[in-house]
């Protein structure tokens, strides 16, 4: 069992910045076990379908949706256990709550992670 705590959101201007940040924990779940994992990054805005954002796998291979490519950024620190979502030149559009994903496999899709957060309110501006 993994436990995923999202936290960095918040209000900002378009052309804004935000880091976003995703805690995992478990009572079995050191570092070593970690780095095993695939992590993502999807959103969902309001009555919307859930979408991709971002994933990065054990092998350190980042994907992007089209739509954030040039400008947020995934990476995880797997001492700590957690990876970050860097999103950069924020617009409008990128308006959703954010939630956090781990998996086995890397995948661009929500049905293949096993453990989700409860999401973190991204609201940008114009």
């Excluded at 079995?28 to 796998?57: C, D, H, Q």
């Excluded at 256990?81 to 308006?95: G, I």
């Amino acid at each position: 069992q993994v436990q995923l705590v999202e936290s960095g959101g918040g209000a900002v201007q378009a052309g804004g910045s935000l880091r976003l940040s995703c805690a995992a924990s478990g009572g079995t779940l050191n570092s070593g076990a970690f780095s095993n994992y695939a992590m993502g990054w999807f959103r969902s805005a309001p009555g919307k379908e859930r979408e991709f954002v971002a994933r990065i796998g054990w092998s350190g291979l980042t994907r992007y949706a089209d739509s954030v490519k040039g400008r947020f950024t995934i990476s995880r620190d797997n001492a700590q256990k957690t990876v970050f979502l860097q999103m950069n030149s924020l617009r409008p559009e990128d308006t959703a709550v954010y939630y956090c994903a781990a998996g086995i496999a890397v995948s661009s899709s929500s049905s293949g992670y096993d453990y989700w957060g409860q999401g973190t309110q991204v609201t940008v501006s114009s």
